[in-house]
């Protein structure tokens, strides 16, 4: 039977009832889905049961206000715990709770994702909701400037993960006071003691040399808890991060399995249940509700630490008009990225920027420079630059994270789970393929194309000019999912006159006619390389046509198949990547998928590991150059 | 003129006028090849000429012998410093480093790789050295048991990725106290000042409390860096991990540009150069060589940290006989997975097993049960479990590391860069794609065998039952570059008899016939699916013919385009992974390099964002399952 009760007036021994709740619903809801992490999600009952009553402030009938706190499980295995948070709190029904949990076509799924209007991100992926609470709070101190928390509850094993300590380092650089780290140190990890065990002082000293300021309780102490929550969310003019490090037992409140070892992630049979829910007091039924935040206008805008050099200077405003470059100017499209970027900051004040200590080469620093306030030095931590991202987007910002292309690799898994999150990020890889020259492999992107095809709902764009780039900046602020844009170091002649559109999904023919014998595909550095081969062919009396395959993902079918049908089915793909996954395979499935026929297809591509030389020099030895593009189109109407 | 001193004898004097060359030969090579980071050698130069020539023990002529010390350029950008090293001792010439570095087709790169038979791994995309070294400390700890020491030099900048603190954590763990740690803190990053600068006590506390021990010093005082070596080398006995955190100044040594913004990755100009170079006193070529290790014999087996339930107890000795699995006995690949290892084990004392905390998931565990004293725990620290393979695999051992198939996207710029180290690396991802069920998108990859194609001479592997696994992991121990093998959740029924081969590169005929209408290509569960497809197909009097295309890179070319000719161009391709880059790129990629013709494709895939639900039911949603291969082949049979 359901009761509810006013915020003021929940006192302890009523939040003690609320957790025997969540506890007995976390392992009803497991044992009845037949998997799931009943122990896991017991060791935080506690946590969770002050939380929601007494700190948490969140209107739950109305999750998108901007005021709300911001609850994120980076445990997201703890999935049961969360859900029956939600039914305790009167947004889940017993129903979708017991007949819901990690079933086919439920949103209740075995670790948490936005498809709930309550969840900001998607977890289950270790490490990746601290950096993403990272990222909402930066949003709150700096941009939306309201004085909402942002509470992680992270587990224990997953402090083991690099990610988090960077986590730390950028609460603490930017001063996320009103951001909590919830610790549920429960000593067990998936498949015994996790590294640290029950040391907790070990803890406490890594998060305070992180810059943390730490309060460890026992977790299980509701009195405890609620001072920790009270001190942590006291003082607002603090400027450090806050951790409450609580030390639990896993599995917490049924004798049969706390703190033992062989209860991860398995539910109770229903026989176990039935006496863990006797032990626990049996099924309720509470619906209680925390406070809710107050109507909030922006605060002063804050100090921020800047990474600008004094010399920087104040800019002129910029217009907002996008940048434009003359046919056959040379420019870099990394430069063209910055400047677009500032254009679309000046029309746009959502706009916001992250760079990985790089920003000088990617060109992230026009737009530090003209909108400081709107930049976010990740410094070299990728993983956390596009968690920051997430998180930024979470609350409504258009972000745009870069690096070198090669160093998103270090961010797959976080781009990966963005996908999951359903979030939107703009992501920009300066410095792709063997075209960087000197630098030599480590700094070469050669598989990002094939990374970030691979994503679920992804668009993936390369263009060859500053024009293109231009454009397509512009079109990345307006796509949803996970976009990339790749971008070379070299500065190559504008192809396109200012204005020129460029869809998502389209292709431009860039040379083309009646008698076209054969089809040149390239993007990026190699659709100069294809025209440099078209050159070359026509002086030997032979029409090529010419592709820029600028959108990689999704791929201009239509064009390419048609240029297949015109020309005899003779097609030269060629890229700055490994064979696998890039421009090419998006070209072969692409025509395979629309049955065309007769295909002739050579595709070349970086077989062999490059070593340093100039662009040039890697573009011929890799076989990626015009020479080499003639060669093959000669070898196929040879054939 | 090359003068050579005996080591015993260098004075500090001696020592100072080799910092002054490595410097000056930092600025000519960098100069000479019009890029590269003199800047950033310039601050590490005292600490490189105090480590050669007093402390590192290293035998020049002979790199590879078992007892030398290891020297690892954590910061790799500052390749001028490490081959100034190397002409400094006599194994690079004057002509090599001024007209080979960062030239084409020269093995003096932009960053160092291990062409150069003194560099150990590849570095350059930062924060992956000293990882690397955690692996070859663990060797020499506990595997070598010979008393070399590795010596690993970072920047400041790269203290920012979070694969540094998993490093210190485990090597503290591990108690490697031969690793030392060489902090070139110079202040100034790519950008500008790095997040934490000067501050050298806040890097002390962060290092301190993750369990090293930190002798700071100003790393620009010969005898202090002296002493920090000698007191890092002098007690074996110790526990912990040593740094030496050295405060520098960028670009010492050249007034010009010392402690100064702007000068980071660029080459002096050449009058530029003329300046810093008589103010360092000119050229130098001093050869000297530091100490030579004595010969050793193998210590005693030291205690290992054992992540082993007292109940494990002792287990009888394997056999090293493969594990035998009968035809339609269920058995997860998982689990043959661990079964093999341990077989593998029991015949080859220089495998070893890491995993990610997942062991009971991946199996891992077997092997752990079996020989604890080759397996280490990485915790759920993906990034330093590869690096730490990577280690292992420098001192020749034949490293198999695994957790989920999900989780390895983590480490994905560390198998990128395994593979530019040129290292065997062998991985093992479980619970791949949808037919995980319950867990939900967090924990399924989907992306896996793209990001794994993607890498530079990789081999992907995929197993469909125990028997296939055994020969697949039998064949990963003697494959060299990156292997991976994707193993799956849930039990299937076994397809082949105990000792059929599977060479790589190679695929199976499972059912053919002369009057093949369709080709179905599946691998792992999908081949599953596949089969049952062809029965449904077979009742209907339509005859398929079924591949299972276990070795995805190299993939079967012969055998699909066999098959293609033989059943009228018409393929279905099923697999439980997004569409990009995966089993349909491998297979259309080959049929189209393979010039066949008359094609009709049809690839199913997984193409939108799975949630929870039975394995079952999701590979149905997805369009994978045997009903929907069967509708695919009768669609194309329509056709």
Redesign the interface.
């Known amino acids: 039977m359901a009761t509810t009760e006013d915020a003021s007036t929940i006192g302890l021994d009523t939040v003690a009832d609320l957790a025997a709740q969540l506890r007995v619903d976390s392992i009803r809801s497991s044992t009845s889905?037949?998997?799931?992490h009943p122990t896991s999600s017991m060791s935080a009952a506690d946590l969770l049961a002050v939380l929601i009553t007494r700190h948490l402030h969140y209107d739950w009938d109305q999750p998108h206000r901007p005021v709300n706190d911001h609850l994120i499980f980076s445990k997201?295995h703890a999935s049961p715990l969360l859900y029956s948070v939600f039914k305790a709190v009167g947004v889940v029904s017993e129903d979708e709770l017991m007949n819901g949990y990690?079933?086919?076509?439920?949103?209740?799924?075995?670790?948490p994702?936005p498809?709930l209007p309550w969840v900001d991100v998607?977890?289950?992926?270790?490490?990746q909701g601290l950096p993403d609470g990272v990222g909402v709070a930066l949003a709150g101190k700096y941009l939306d400037r309201l004085p909402y928390r942002v509470w992680v509850l992270t587990g224990d094993?997953?402090l083991?993960?690099?990610?988090?300590?960077?986590a730390f380092?950028?609460a603490s650089?930017y001063g996320l006071s009103r951001l909590v780290v919830m610790a549920d140190i429960n000593r067990l990890?998936?498949?015994?003691?996790?590294?640290v065990g029950w040391n907790l002082p070990?803890y406490q000293?890594?998060m305070?040399?992180?810059g943390a300021r730490v309060l460890t309780i026992d977790g299980h102490d509701l009195a405890a808890i609620d001072q920790a929550m009270t001190e942590a969310t006291g003082d607002a003019s603090g400027s450090q991060p806050t951790v409450i490090l609580a030390k639990t037992i896993k599995g917490k409140g049924f004798s049969e399995v706390e703190n033992k070892?062989g209860w991860h992630g398995k539910p109770f049979p229903p026989e176990m249940a039935e006496r863990a829910i006797a032990q626990l007091g049996g099924v309720r039924n509470l619906v209680l509700r925390g406070p809710v935040p107050a109507a909030a206008e922006p605060g002063p805008v804050p100090d921020k630490p800047t990474?600008?050099?004094p010399e920087a200077g104040q800019q002129a405003k910029p217009s907002g008009a996008p940048p434009e470059y003359a046919v056959g100017e040379k420019v870099e499209t990394r430069k063209a990225y910055g400047d677009a970027l500032v254009a679309l900051g000046a029309r746009d004040d959502r706009i916001v920027v992250l760079d990985g200590?790089?920003?000088?080469?990617t060109f992230a620093?026009e737009f530090t420079r003209a909108f400081p306030e709107r930049y976010f030095?990740m410094?070299?931590?990728e993983?956390?630059m596009v968690a920051a991202a997430t998180g930024l987007a979470v609350r409504g910002y258009t972000a745009f994270a870069s690096t070198f292309a090669?160093?998103l690799?270090?961010a797959?898994?976080f781009i990966?789970?963005g996908?999951?999150s359903g979030v939107d990020l703009r992501l920009a890889g300066s410095h792709a393929g063997v075209e960087i020259g000197?630098?030599?492999?480590?700094?070469m992107a050669?598989?990002d194309l094939?990374?970030m095809?691979?994503?679920?709902?992804s668009t993936v764009l390369y263009p060859s000019d500053g024009t293109s780039t231009v454009a397509l900046v512009d079109a990345m602020a307006a796509t949803p999912g996970i976009s990339y844009l790749r971008t070379t170091r070299g500065g190559y002649p504008g192809l396109y006159p200012a204005g020129e559109q460029f869809p998502v999904g389209g292709s431009k023919l860039v040379r083309s006619g009646d008698a076209d014998q054969v089809t040149l595909i390239g993007a990026g550095v190699t659709l100069h390389e294809a025209l440099g081969a078209a050159d070359i062919l026509q002086a030997e009396g032979i029409a090529a046509r010419v592709i820029d395959c600028y959108s990689v993902?999704p791929v201009d079918t239509r064009t390419l198949a048609a240029a297949a049908e015109a020309t005899g089915g003779r097609i030269v793909v060629a890229e700055d990547?490994?064979?696998?996954?890039?421009l090419?395979?998006?070209v072969?499935?692409a025509l395979?998928?629309a049955?065309a026929?007769?295909?002739?297809?050579t595709?070349l591509a970086v077989r062999?590991?490059p070593?340093?030389?100039?662009g040039e020099?890697?573009l011929a030895?890799a076989g990626v150059d015009a020479d080499h593009i003639a060669a093959a189109a000669r070898k196929l109407l040879a054939g």
């Open positions: 889905a037949g998997s799931g997201g990690r079933r086919f076509g439920q949103r209740l799924e075995g670790h994702t498809i998607a977890t289950g992926s270790l490490g094993s997953e083991a993960e690099g990610s988090i300590w960077e380092d950028k650089y990890g998936q498949r015994g003691q996790t590294d070990e000293r890594r305070e040399a992180f070892d990474t600008l050099a200590e790089v920003s000088n080469s620093e030095e410094f070299i931590a993983q956390q090669a160093f690799t270090r797959y898994d990966r789970m996908a999951i000197a630098d030599g492999p480590s700094q050669l598989e094939a990374m095809r691979a994503v679920h709902g993902k990547h490994h064979p696998e996954g890039g090419g395979s998006a072969a499935d395979l998928a049955g026929q007769n295909l002739h297809l595709h062999e590991m070593g340093s030389g100039t020099e890697l030895w």
